[in-house]
C-alpha cells in the first residue's frame, strides 16, 4: 500500500532553516509528481511546492517563492523542501502527498518562534 512518511519538523527561530523529508513507498515513486502542502491551526490546507516526477519545472506558493526549495531523489524514494529564512507565519503542520490518488502522509510539525 501507499505510504508517505515525513519527518524533519521541529521548532526554529525565526531566519532558521530546516529540512523536511518525505519517504515513499507502495508505489513506483519516480511516475508520479510529489507536492508538500501545510495547514495552520484555524487555516484550510494550502499547497506549498510541487515537483514533477523527473524532479524538474517545481512550482511555490508565493508566499514561499524565494526561501523555499523542492527537490527529489528517485533513487531514494524521498522528496524533500528545504526550508530557509522562515517567519513565524510558516508555522504549520506540513503534509507530502501524492496528487494521484489522494494520498498523504501523516504530517510534520514545524514551528516558528523565538
Known amino acids: 500500500q501507499v505510504q508517505l512518511v515525513e519527518s524533519g519538523g521541529g521548532l526554529v527561530q525565526p531566519g532558521g532553516s530546516l529540512r523536511l523529508s518525505c519517504a515513499a513507498s507502495?508505489?513506483?515513486?519516480?511516475?508520479?509528481?510529489m507536492s508538500w502542502y501545510r495547514q495552520a491551526p484555524g487555516q484550510v490546507r494550502e499547497l506549498v511546492a510541487r515537483?514533477?516526477?523527473?524532479?524538474?519545472?517545481?512550482n511555490y506558493a508565493d508566499s514561499v517563492k524565494g526561501r523555499f526549495t523542492i527537490s527529489r531523489d528517485n533513487a531514494k524514494n524521498t522528496v524533500y523542501l528545504q526550508m530557509n529564512s522562515l517567519k513565524p507565519e510558516d508555522t504549520a503542520v506540513y503534509y507530502c502527498?501524492?496528487?494521484?490518488?489522494?494520498?498523504w502522509g501523516q504530517g510534520t510539525q514545524v514551528t516558528v518562534s523565538s
Open positions: 502527498a501524492r496528487s494521484t490518488g489522494n494520498y
Open positions: 507502495g508505489f513506483t515513486f519516480s511516475s508520479y509528481p
Open positions: 515537483i514533477t516526477a523527473a524532479g524538474g519545472m517545481p
